[in-house]
Structures are given as structure tokens and as C-alpha cells.
């Protein structure tokens, strides 16, 4: 096929085109075949079916993703506790090496002095 003749056919089937839009009662004066009538009704359902269907799986996404920003939000909280826990265990680590687990020489004449004190006023009542 030329193109002039391309170009021919496709002015021929625009008009086509236009003279059913403005006469859309040739249409439905044509008998149809029995498969082809239900179509457009098939299509409608289907259409349907498929938008219900994108919508529930636009419902399971937004719940997913608001289940998600929880569980990151509770992860973060055990994560924030965890360091805590190793802060904890760095400063135990840092004092057991500071000595032998007691206090250290230049702590020692203040914590006898807290503990004299401490006996001496043992439920209140000074003793000595």
C-alpha cells in the first residue's frame, strides 16, 4: 500500500468514525451476534472487578505501612534500651578496672568516713 492510498483509508475510517458518533441509532439497528452482545456489559463487570480489587489492595498496603512505622517505632525503642544496657555494662567494665571492685584509694578515706557515719546513726539512734 502507497501512502497515498494510506492516508486515503485512514480520512475513509475517520469519517466512518464521526458519522457513528453523530448517528449512534445505526449502531443498535445492527443485529448483533449473540457473543458480542454481553461484551460491553463483561467489560463494565470486569472494570469493577478490578478497580474493587486495586482497592482492597490499596487498604492491606496503607495498613501494612502503618503497622510497619509501629513496629519500627517499638524497634527503635528496644534498640534505644539495648544501648543502655551496653552503657551499663561499659562503665561496670570501666570501674572494674579502675581497681579491685571496691573503691578506689582516693575515694577510700571519704567512703570510711560516710561509714563511720553510717554506724553511728544506725535506725536513727547515735551510737557513741
Not at 11 to 22: D, P, S, T
Not at 48 to 53: F, I, R, S
Request: overall charge negative; proline content about 3%; hydrophobic content about 40%.
Amino acid at each position: 500500500m502507497d501512502r497515498l492510498t494510506a492516508l486515503v483509508a485512514l480520512a475513509h475510517v475517520k469519517l466512518r468514525a464521526e458519522y457513528i458518533q453523530r448517528h449512534p441509532e445505526i449502531l443498535e439497528s445492527l443485529p448483533m451476534v449473540p457473543k458480542f452482545a454481553g461484551l460491553s456489559q463483561a467489560l463494565g463487570l470486569m472494570r469493577h472487578e478490578l478497580e474493587t480489587q486495586a482497592q482492597d489492595l490499596m487498604n492491606d498496603i496503607t495498613s501494612t505501612t502503618a503497622e510497619a512505622k509501629d513496629a519500627f517505632g517499638q524497634a527503635r525503642q528496644e534498640v534505644g534500651k539495648a544501648k543502655a544496657a551496653v552503657a551499663d555494662v561499659k562503665a561496670f567494665v570501666a570501674d572494674l578496672k579502675g581497681g579491685n571492685g571496691g573503691p578506689t584509694s582516693s575515694d577510700s578515706s571519704d567512703s570510711s568516713d560516710q561509714s563511720q557515719v553510717e554506724r553511728l546513726t544506725t535506725n536513727g539512734v547515735s551510737v557513741g
